[in-house]
């Protein structure tokens, strides 16, 4: 049985993906079978009649396993809007039961599972719930991806203190540069060490390229050894 973590973030737009994607690599490379799974994807693009979404290409290129994108994206809509209303349109309900079940399966089918969520941490996929009651229900240990940038020091507070809320374990937390013009990083970044008591996983550098990185290995190994069971 795999052990699974959830990826939320302070927003969406922020890199889960780039942080998925780099953990999914970091797993792989330290030779854990991994697999990523992003349970519901809005914004997905038409090839030939198949709707394929960029977060799962890249989660699969850093994966070492192969899986069928029904378990790996069950909920794949075009609209590159909120999943409760791409899902409406679609006329599809979204189904707790039906993510849990697939994440079931992958995680008869790797060692680790990593599955991204989609926007921020109470971004709804339907009129009832939210990324949060996803999350709740798989009970994963949760990796929180700051986006440092003006407004990350409310966002980030917020969304741990959500997460704690949900009685939830916080594995630890990815500070990642997605605005490199951000005046005053170093001090942004203490403030958050002082105030998150899950461990800093990494500082994802500003770069062209980091979506194609690994995590490095000691943070890899860290979560490893804090949560297989
Ligand atoms: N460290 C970084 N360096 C350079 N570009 C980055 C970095 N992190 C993220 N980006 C870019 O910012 C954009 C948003 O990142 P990403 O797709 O990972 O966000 P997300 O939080 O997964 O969004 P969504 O809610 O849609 O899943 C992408 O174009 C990505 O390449
Ligand atoms: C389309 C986008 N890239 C994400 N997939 C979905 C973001 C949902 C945000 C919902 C909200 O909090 O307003
Ligand atoms: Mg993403």
Redesign the pocket.
């Known amino acids: 049985m795999a052990i699974r973590f959830f990826i939320t973030g302070t927003d ?2 922020i890199g889960k993906t780039v942080a998925s994607s780099q953990l999914i690599r970091g797993f792989s490379n330290c030779g854990h079978k991994t697999l990523g799974m992003k349970p519901i ?3 997905c693009m038409l090839s030939g009649d198949i709707l394929v979404n960029s977060d799962v290409e890249s989660h699969r290129l850093a994966s070492n396993v192969e899986a069928d994108i029904e378990l790996i994206n069950p909920y794949r809509f075009a609209p ?4 409760h209303l791409a899902a409406r349109d679609a006329n599809v309900e979204i189904s707790l039961p039906h993510l849990l079940e697939c994440a079931q399966q992958l995680s008869q089918m790797a060692d680790v599972l990593v599955i991204e969520g ?3 941490w109470y ?1 709804p996929i339907s009129e009832q719930y939210t990324i949060a009651d996803l999350a709740t229900e798989l009970a994963a240990p949760v990796i929180v991806v700051v986006g440092m940038r003006l407004g990350c020091l409310n966002h980030a507070q917020l969304t741990i203190d959500a997460i704690s809320q949900r009685g939830l374990v916080i594995a630890g937390w990815i500070a990642n540069r997605v605005d490199p013009a951000f005046k005053r990083y170093e001090d942004n970044l203490a403030y958050l060490k002082q105030r998150i008591a899950a461990p800093l996983l990494a500082e994802l550098e500003y770069d062209d390229n980091a979506l194609n990185m690994a995590l490095n290995t000691s943070s890899i190994e860290l979560l490893i050894t804090n949560h297989a069971s």
């Open positions: 969406t737009d994807a809005s914004g590159a809007v909120s999943p989609a926007g921020g971004a």
